[in-house]
Nanobody, 116 residues
Framework: QVQLVESGGGLVQPGGSLRLSCAASGFIFSNSAMSWYRQTPGKERELVAYITSTGVGTNYADSVKGRFTISRDNAKNTVYLQMDSLKPEDTAVYYC?????????WGQGTQVTVSS
């Protein structure tokens, strides 16, 4: 079974940094594109970052370009989201995501709170 487990969230001051990790299992990770989404109560879940199976190609939401970096280590079955220059509006639950066999799979989410 597909499992995605996020970690690394927490409380940080504006301008600070966090690095999120997503540990994947139950599928061939190296063949799968991966994504990070985030969601705030009352808002739709939004795509934050995307990375191809090899890690060569990436895409980001306009709101995080230049501040966030998605990466992956296929030997460790892990995808990362490095978040720098954090803003209060980045506060959300962040979710790891993969599509396998025409189905969406999500991690449990990790809370990121940016506040002074």
């Amino acid at each position: 079974q597909v499992q995605l487990v996020e970690s690394g969230g927490g409380l940080v001051q504006p301008g600070g940094s966090l690095r999120l990790s997503c540990a994947a299992s139950g599928f061939i990770f190296s063949n799968s594109a991966m994504s990070w989404y985030r969601q705030t109560p009352g808002k739709e879940r939004e795509l934050v970052a995307y990375i191809t199976s090899t890690g060569v190609g990436t895409n980001y939401a306009d709101s995080v370009k230049g501040r966030f970096t998605i990466s992956r280590d296929n030997a460790k079955n892990t995808v990362y989201l490095q978040m720098d220059s954090l803003k209060p509006e980045d506060t959300a639950v962040y979710y790891c995501h993969v599509v396998r066999a025409w189905r969406d799979y999500w991690g449990q989410g990790t809370q990121v709170t940016v506040s002074s």
